[in-house]
C-alpha cells in the first residue's frame, strides 16, 4: 500500500526525488507516451482495421433499429417492423452515394430516394429517409437525428410501419466514410410488404453491415432486437470503443496530471524552467472538447 | 486552494494577451471543428493547424517573456505531437 502511494505520489506531485516536477509529465515520460500513440497508430493500421470498420466505428443495425424503436415507445408510439426491402433501398441509396460521390438526399442526376425505395419492390403510401456519416456510435447517430426537428418526425412519425437500414463503407469525396441510411415507409398494400423479421447481422472481416438480401438461413427466431445486438457484438467493436476510450482516458489524464502538478508547484512556490502548465492544461482541454465533436458524425 | 486561485488569477494578468490569443484560437477550432463535423479530412487539417500553433503560440509566448529554453520548446512539441497521433487513430487518414 505504501508502495502504491510513493508511486502516485512520484507521478503526480512534484518532490525532491522527482526533481520538483511529476514525473508523468517529465520530458522522458512524454517520449514514452509519443513513443505508444505511435505504436498504436502503426498497430492499427497493420492488422488493418480501416477497412474492417471504415472509420473505426461502433455503429450496427441491430443496435440502431433497437434505439429507433426505443424512442418510439418512449412516446407510446407502436414498434416499427424491420423491412427487408427497405434496407436494401438503403444499401442501394448508400452505395448510389458512393458511386457517383455525392451526401444528399437527392443525386446529382435527380434520382429520388423513392426511386431506391419502389425499386426494391416497396410500394409506399408514405416514406422518409434520413442520412448521417462518420459516427462512433449507434447512439450518437440516433440521438442526432432525435435532435434534429426534421429526422425526429421522421423517427416519431405514427404513420410509418416499416424501417430499414444499410451502413457502408466507401469513399466519399476521397476520403473513408461510413454512411448510415435509414429509410421509413407504410405499404400501400399490407399483402405487397409484408412484415418481416430483423435479420441475423454478424460482421466479418471486409464486410459491412448491409441487409442481406438473398438468404432465409439469416432470419432468426428471436423478434427482439436486444437479443440480436448481444449476437452482433464483435470484437471490431470493442476495438473501436477502446480506441475512443484511450483517448478520452488518455487525455483526461494529462489534465489531472497538470492540475496537480501546478497545485503543487504553487503550493511549494517552486521555480522551475518548463512550459506552461496552464497553457497545456488549456490546450488539451479543447483537444478533449473537440474529440467529444469528432465523435459524432454529420446527418442530413 | 486559495494559493492555487491567487496563482491563476496572477498567471492569466501577467500573461492577459496571450492566454487571450489561446483561448479565442481554441474556441474558433471548435468552433471550425463543430462546422465540419463527419468531414475527417478537414477535421484532421483542423486538429493539425491547432496543434502547429500552440507550438509556435508556446515559442513566442517564453521567447516574449525571456524564459525560452530548447527544453521547453521540445516539450510543445511533445505534447502537440502526442494529442495529433491519439486523435489520428480517430480520424484515420
Known amino acids: 500500500m505504501k508502495k502504491l502511494k510513493n508511486f502516485f505520489y512520484h507521478l503526480f506531485i512534484p518532490n525532491e526525488k522527482n526533481n520538483y516536477k511529476a514525473k508523468s509529465l517529465q520530458t522522458d515520460f512524454l517520449f514514452i507516451y509519443l513513443f505508444i500513440a505511435i505504436l498504436l497508430n502503426f498497430t492499427f493500421k497493420k492488422i488493418n482495421l480501416v477497412n474492417v470498420l471504415g472509420f473505426a466505428t461502433d455503429i450496427t443495425i441491430?443496435?440502431?433499429?433497437?434505439?429507433?424503436?426505443?424512442?418510439?415507445?418512449?412516446?407510446?408510439?407502436?414498434d416499427l417492423s424491420y423491412s427487408e426491402k427497405l434496407s436494401q433501398a438503403a444499401y442501394q441509396k448508400a452505395q448510389d452515394m458512393f458511386t457517383k460521390n455525392y451526401w444528399a438526399h437527392y443525386a446529382p442526376d435527380g434520382k429520388t430516394p423513392w426511386d431506391f425505395i419502389l425499386s426494391s419492390g416497396y410500394t409506399y403510401e408514405y416514406a422518409g429517409e434520413n442520412l448521417a456519416k462518420n459516427f462512433l456510435f449507434s447512439d450518437?447517430?440516433?440521438s442526432a437525428w432525435m435532435n434534429s426537428p426534421t429526422h425526429r418526425d421522421n423517427i416519431l412519425k405514427k404513420e410509418y410501419t416499416d424501417v430499414g437500414f444499410a451502413i457502408v463503407n466507401g469513399v466519399l469525396n476521397g476520403e473513408e466514410t461510413t454512411l448510415v441510411v435509414q429509410m421509413f415507409g407504410k405499404p400501400l398494400y399490407k399483402n405487397i410488404a409484408k412484415e418481416e423479421k430483423p435479420p441475423e447481422i454478424i460482421k466479418t472481416k471486409n464486410e459491412v453491415n448491409t441487409p442481406n438480401l438473398n438468404s432465409e438461413k439469416t432470419y432468426v427466431n428471436n423478434q427482439k432486437p436486444a437479443v440480436l445486438s448481444k449476437n452482433t457484438k464483435n470484437i471490431f467493436s470493442d476495438i473501436s470503443k477502446f480506441i475512443f476510450s484511450i483517448n478520452f482516458v488518455f487525455l483526461s489524464f494529462l489534465l489531472v496530471a497538470l492540475f496537480f502538478d501546478f497545485y503543487f508547484a504553487e503550493k511549494f512556490n517552486l521555480l522551475r524552467i518548463e512550459g506552461k502548465n496552464l497553457a497545456h492544461f488549456i490546450f488539451i482541454f479543447f483537444v478533449l472538447l473537440s474529440l467529444l465533436i469528432i465523435s459524432k458524425g454529420a446527418i442530413i | 486552494m486559495k494559493h492555487l486561485v491567487f496563482a491563476l488569477k496572477k498567471e492569466l494578468k501577467n500573461n492577459f494577451l496571450d492566454?487571450?490569443?489561446?483561448?479565442?484560437?481554441?474556441?474558433?477550432?471548435?468552433?471550425?471543428?463543430?462546422?465540419?463535423?463527419?468531414?475527417?479530412f478537414m477535421e484532421f487539417i483542423l486538429l493539425l493547424t491547432f496543434?502547429?500553433?500552440?507550438?509556435?503560440?508556446?515559442?513566442?509566448?517564453?521567447?516574449?517573456?525571456?524564459?525560452?529554453?530548447?527544453?521547453?520548446?521540445?516539450?510543445?512539441?511533445?505534447?502537440?505531437?502526442l494529442v495529433l497521433f491519439l486523435l489520428k487513430i480517430i480520424l484515420i487518414i
Not at chain 2, 492566454?19 to 475527417?40: A, D, M, P, S
Open chain 1, 62 to 78: 441491430n443496435k440502431l433499429y433497437q434505439l429507433t424503436n426505443l424512442e418510439r415507445e418512449k412516446r407510446g408510439l407502436p
Open chain 2, 51 to 81: 496543434v502547429g500553433f500552440y507550438i509556435l503560440w508556446g515559442t513566442y509566448h517564453h521567447l516574449t517573456k525571456n524564459s525560452f529554453r530548447l527544453k521547453i520548446v521540445v516539450e510543445y512539441i511533445l505534447i502537440g505531437f
Open chain 1, 140 to 142: 450518437g447517430v440516433v
Open chain 2, 19 to 40: 492566454y487571450l490569443i489561446l483561448i479565442t484560437f481554441g474556441v474558433f477550432f471548435l468552433i471550425l471543428t463543430n462546422l465540419f463535423k463527419g468531414e475527417r
